[in-house]
């Protein structure tokens, strides 16, 4: 299970002063369920996901992944999850067509 209560994420920019990029997210996601995170460019939900992911710590808010805090018990929570982001970049060169095989991109043009 999957819970937030008043999930929030500040930035500081020298230019731009404070950005809230996550404001206030609550939701619950039960087990044995699917879910999506909807939103335009920049509404926050990869920040969001990084957050439950425990890569980023909230500015405020609580949120429990298993029963376990991502601030207090962050080990435990990643023991509970695995997270790939495009903005991850774990594979720069690398093409994942439908059918699962992975070429680079200069293989791709073959």
Do not use: W
Request: a positive charge.
């Amino acid at each position: 299970m999957i819970e937030t209560r008043g999930l929030t994420k500040l930035f500081k920019d020298k230019k731009r002063g404070e950005i809230r990029a996550v404001d206030g997210v609550s939701f619950l996601c039960k087990p044995g369920q699917v879910y999506g995170l909807l939103g335009a460019n920049g509404a926050g939900k990869t920040t969001t996901l990084r957050m439950l992911a425990t890569i980023l710590e909230p500015s405020d808010g609580t949120a429990t992944v298993c029963g376990h805090d991502v601030v207090e018990a962050p080990q435990r929570v990643r023991a509970n999850v695995g997270f790939l982001s495009t903005a991850t970049a774990l594979y720069p060169a690398a093409y994942f067509p439908g059918d699962g095989r992975i070429f680079r991109p200069a293989e791709r043009h073959r």
